[in-house]
């Protein structure tokens, strides 16, 4: 591989599943559970408001009693540690990103939730996002304008994911791009491989199996996040 000195990192459920989170599309996975139409796009929320906040209420929950494995910790290393600039972007909504990157001190802007986060609600009145840790489907007031009209920080489907710009600048000077623990089937993620390709990075795939954008990665390796993604580590901290 070539001098690289900016790396993009793209991660996906894959990267928790070790944490006890589970999936969207393996066997057993979140969507085998519940219909992507009942629970995930804005017209679910209009139609059902109810089932819609039961159900992140149940996995904002859920992912407070979960912890950070090693591969979390592998990355954040990386990021604290790299000599060029690592920026993270995860279509997850969990936050064991974040909590592996506090204890090491990892700059906050390299981290990108592109799909929202549990850990947020978001006013339908007044806009403003909060931290919030509790259940929504009690209808809780805005901490800021007090209105009930709190909704999960969720990027549904039929809905723009977060901070592309910034996403776009960091491909653009990406020396190497690499996928984590994502099928690669929801865009525009699953699109960021052939961006960066076409931009000049190199590209690796660390996941389980071959996801659908297998043959778009020049590299791939296969197996457990938890042990491919501290072994990868390694091997760039010590190039
Ligand atoms: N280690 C590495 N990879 C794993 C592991 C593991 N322990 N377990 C599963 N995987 C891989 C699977 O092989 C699969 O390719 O992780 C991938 C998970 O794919 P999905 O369930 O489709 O999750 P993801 O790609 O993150 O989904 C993208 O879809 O529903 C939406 O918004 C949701 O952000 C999500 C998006």
Redesign the pocket.
Known sequence: MAAIRNIVIL?????S??SGI?????SG???EQHR?EDV?TPEAFARDRDLVLRFYDMRREAIQTRQPNA?HLALAKLQAQWPGRVTLVT???DDLHDRAAAALGVTAADLIH??GEHLNAWCTACDVRSPWAGPLLDRPACPSCGEAALRPD????GEMPYRMEEIFAALREADLFVS???????YP??GFVRNARDLGAATLE????P??GSLWFDEARH???????PAWVEEMLAR
């Open positions: 991660t996906g459920a894959g990267v599943a070790e589970d999936t969207f599309r393996d996975g979140v969507w992507v995930a591969a279509q997850n909504v592109m799909h969720i990027v549904w489907f984590i623990g994502t099928s690669g089937a929801v993620a699953a660390l996941n389980l199996e996801s659908q197996g457990p996040a938890t042990v491919v993604v």
